[in-house]
């Protein structure tokens, strides 16, 4: 159980483009979809916080307007980033998690590996 | 400001051979320690969830141990598909964010056979 999936797994793009990530929750209703980013050795990092049907709380430094995330349904969430720029090449990954998992576990999609040339 | 810090940054280990892992953690008021493995490429996979100083949790070749500053994982006899990088994260009471989990680096692991 707790099953996230994210598509696509590999992007590649050219600078000023716009990419569209989904995470959707499998087997579970995530109340709560999260999407962090991840450099080469290092930790992953929360970029924003988003509840069904609400606004994304983005972190402080994410660029909501560059980084536009959509919390459609309590299965799906998409971040879409606009005008990409090569800097923003980075492994994307998004959790979920419910309160009728019982905790306060996040559980993670496989990620999307984002390259804009 | 919350911090983790893992140590060591990367374990190579014989197989069989048993070791710790290290997770140091500072919060303001510490809502629950989270242990994960991550393969490369891929997301990280749940592992354990600990709350409180003294709790323990154990799945096959792994056991996890928390005290007030500090976690570890215990890895005992290893074998070569345990290898993969070990990330702890941690989630406070007063975070920013509804669940934000605040990850260290992580402790990359190598098992030879």
């Known amino acids: 159980g707790a099953v996230v999936s994210q598509h696509p797994s590999r992007v590649i793009c050219k600078s000023g483009t716009s990419v569209k990530i989904e995470c959707r929750s499998l087997?579970?209703?995530?109340?709560?979809m999260f999407w962090y980013r991840q450099f080469p050795k290092q930790s992953l990092m929360l970029m924003a916080t988003?509840?069904?049907?609400?606004?994304?709380?983005?972190e402080q430094g994410v660029e909501k307007d560059k980084f536009l995330i959509n919390h459609a349904s309590l299965t799906l969430s998409t971040l879409t980033v606009t005008s990409a720029h090569p800097e923003d090449s980075s492994f994307y990954i998004c959790?979920?998690?419910?309160?009728?998992?019982?905790?306060?576990?996040?559980?993670f999609g496989p990620g999307t590996r984002l390259t804009v040339l | 400001e919350d911090q983790v810090t893992q140590s060591p940054e990367a374990l190579r280990l014989q197989e069989g051979e048993s070791s710790s892992l290290n997770c140091s953690y500072t919060?303001?008021?510490?809502?629950?320690l989270f242990w994960y493995r991550q393969d490369p490429g891929k997301g990280p996979e749940f592992l354990f969830t600990?709350?409180?100083a003294g709790e323990e949790k154990e799945k096959e070749r792994l056991k996890a141990t928390l005290t007030k500053k500090e976690s570890f994982l215990h890895i005992t006899a290893p074998k070569p598909e345990d290898s993969a990088t070990y990330l702890c994260?941690?989630?406070?009471?007063?975070?920013?964010?509804?669940?934000?989990?605040?990850f260290g680096k992580g402790t990359k692991l190598s098992v030879k056979p």
């Open positions: 600990l709350y409180s």
């Open positions: 959790s979920g998690t419910s309160g009728a998992l019982g905790g306060d576990e996040q559980f």
């Open positions: 994260a941690v989630q406070s009471l007063y975070g920013g964010s509804q669940g934000n989990l605040i």
């Open positions: 988003s509840n069904e049907g609400s606004k994304a709380t983005y």
């Open positions: 087997d579970f209703q995530a109340t709560t």
């Open positions: 919060v303001s008021g510490l809502r629950g």
